[in-house]
T-cell receptor, first 114, second 114 residues
Framework: NAGVTQTPKFQVLKTGQSMTLQCAQDMNHNSMYWYRQDPGMGLRLIYYSASEGTTDKGEVPNGYNVSRLNKREFSLRLESAAPSQTSVYFC?????????????FGQGTRLTVV | GDSVTQMEGPVTLSEEAFLTINCTYTATGYPSLFWYVQYPGEGLQLLLKATKADDKGSNKGFEATYRKETTSFHLEKGSVQVSDSAVYFCALTLTTDSWGKLQFGAGTQVVVTP
């Protein structure tokens, strides 16, 4: 059981380049999320998708776009990368209901923008 | 807005020492509270949780009690091991539909030496 799978694991971009981070989950979860992790700031929510076909902004959405491709996949796109987007990016998924109070995280993508 | 404050690290301990990591929160409603742990090079995984006041979450020897009167959810372990070296995140959510829509603290790095 793979859980949440992110690709790539590492990436170096030049300022102004674009790229898409991929995320897939095999737990049939309704909700998926993208976070960024920066030193001393914990994880901050970029975008989330409460269910297939919907997406909403989180705390730090500027400079990013997302696509919920189907129930399994949720991608994050940087259209024009900036050094301020150097970070570790985590995808997560979760189910609904009181007995399912947990998020499952991928292993992360370490992105450096030079 | 909603926020989580946890003690800064790193916290350095000897094996078998007692560990406490303080976590306090501000929230407009009645949040569910979590501790997530991140081992080196990995994503986050749920350590324990409490979804209502006075609940105690416990797992792997760790405990935390949801204290509404002090808006706190302090993490404790009586005897730490080297394998407990990790970064610990306190987090809250106000929604039961999207358990991964979390507000995180900054994280506390714990280093346990033999």
């Amino acid at each position: 059981n793979a859980g949440v799978t992110q690709t790539p694991k590492f990436q170096v971009l030049k300022t102004g380049q674009s790229m898409t981070l991929q995320c897939a989950q095999d737990m049939n979860h309704n909700s998926m999320y993208w976070y960024r992790q920066d030193p001393g700031m914990g994880l901050r929510l970029i975008y989330y998708s409460a269910s297939e076909g919907t997406t909403d902004k989180g705390e730090v959405p500027n400079g990013y776009n997302v696509s919920r491709l189907n129930k399994r996949e949720f991608s994050l796109r940087l259209e024009s990368a900036a050094p301020s987007q150097t970070s570790v990016y985590f995808c997560a998924s979760s189910d609904r209901g009181q007995g399912k109070a947990q998020a499952f995280f991928g292993q992360g993508t370490r992105l450096t923008v030079v | 807005g909603d926020s989580v404050t946890q003690m800064e690290g790193p916290v350095t301990l000897s094996e078998e020492a007692f560990l406490t990591i303080n976590c306090t929160y501000t929230a407009t409603g009645y949040p569910s509270l979590f501790w997530y742990v991140q081992y080196p090079g990995e994503g986050l995984q749920l350590l324990l949780k409490a979804t209502k006041a006075d609940d105690k979450g416990s797992n792997k020897g760790f405990e935390a009690t949801y204290r509404k009167e002090t808006t706190s959810f302090h993490l404790e372990k009586g005897s730490v091991q080297v394998s407990d070296s990790a970064v610990y995140f306190c987090a809250l959510t106000l929604t039961t539909d999207s358990w991964g829509k979390l507000q995180f603290g900054a994280g506390t790095q714990v280093v346990v030496t033999p």
